[in-house]
């Protein structure tokens, strides 16, 4: 059955580094496809993992233009991929209200695919460190503005509260509690909590309701700034 992971979220949230974590843990490289929506973040972008992605034998569409220095972002016509040939799993990083609106022009092939029983998950990432999503209320708010931009229904929240390479388990303890509050007031469950592997074990170390937390997810961090590309990587 074909399944459409759909990440969206405020600018940091992280929806990046999970959608090169859920493509790249796919069973079937050869029929995963990646699409990257991010239309206004032209510095954290799937497309500056290219070659990643080609070395797993994934697919990978970016915007045009992607890291050409071009700022004014289209969306390429082969994202008509996702919907007409047989991939297993296709990861759509959504970005914010661009990439959100970009992706409601396909609501109707969204739809057709679910009546074809397609598996469609548009998972609300949330870093309550980020200023729009450090209540319950504030979380609410963006997350209606971008779902009606997307013509879709959020199913479920992502706790990856961070502070990219200073995040505790303080963090996602923060991010625990305010999207508790948020997941009672909707109705929507939380589908997983993730971090680096010390962190996320400190955190779940602690009592939390299960139905809160989701499943855990390990992140490997594998998007890096440019200082950070520069030291750790290499030019």
């Known amino acids: 059955m074909k399944r459409f992971?759909?990440?969206m979220g405020n600018y940091g949230s992280g929806k990046t580094e999970l959608a090169m974590h859920f493509a790249l843990m796919a069973?079937?490289?050869a029929k995963t496809l990646v699409i990257d929506l991010d239309m206004v973040n032209t510095y954290f972008r799937l497309s500056d993992r290219k070659k990643l992605f080609a070395d797993a034998g994934i697919r990978l569409i970016t915007p045009n233009f992607a890291s050409s220095h071009v700022e004014m972002l289209t969306v390429p016509a082969e994202i008509a991929a996702a919907f007409a040939l047989d991939w297993d799993l296709v990861v759509i990083d959504l970005g914010?209200?661009?990439g959100a609106a970009a992706l409601?022009?396909?609501?109707p092939k969204l739809l057709q695919a679910q009546r074809e029983g397609a598996d469609i998950q548009l998972y609300n990432v949330v870093n309550t460190n980020r200023p729009m999503a450090?209540?319950?209320a504030k979380l609410i708010r963006l997350m209606g503005d971008m779902e009606r931009k997307a013509r879709w229904n959020v199913t479920g929240f992502i706790n990856n509260t961070n502070m990219s390479y200073e995040t505790t388990a303080e963090d996602l303890e923060?991010?625990?509690e305010i999207i508790k509050q948020a997941a009672e007031e909707t109705g929507l469950p939380v589908a997983y909590t993730s971090g680096k592997t010390d962190v996320l074990d400190a955190f779940l170390a602690g009592e939390h309701d299960p139905k809160y937390v989701g499943q855990p997810l390990y992140l490997e961090k594998r998007m890096h700034r440019d200082w950070d590309t520069l030291t750790?990587?290499?030019v």
Do not use: H, V
């Open 174 to 176: 923060s991010g625990y």
């Open 134 to 136: 450090g209540t319950p």
């Open 96 to 98: 914010g209200d661009a």
């Open 27 to 29: 069973p079937n490289p």
């Open 5 to 7: 992971i759909i990440l």
């Open 104 to 107: 409601g022009q396909y609501k």
């Open 232 to 234: 750790k990587e290499g």
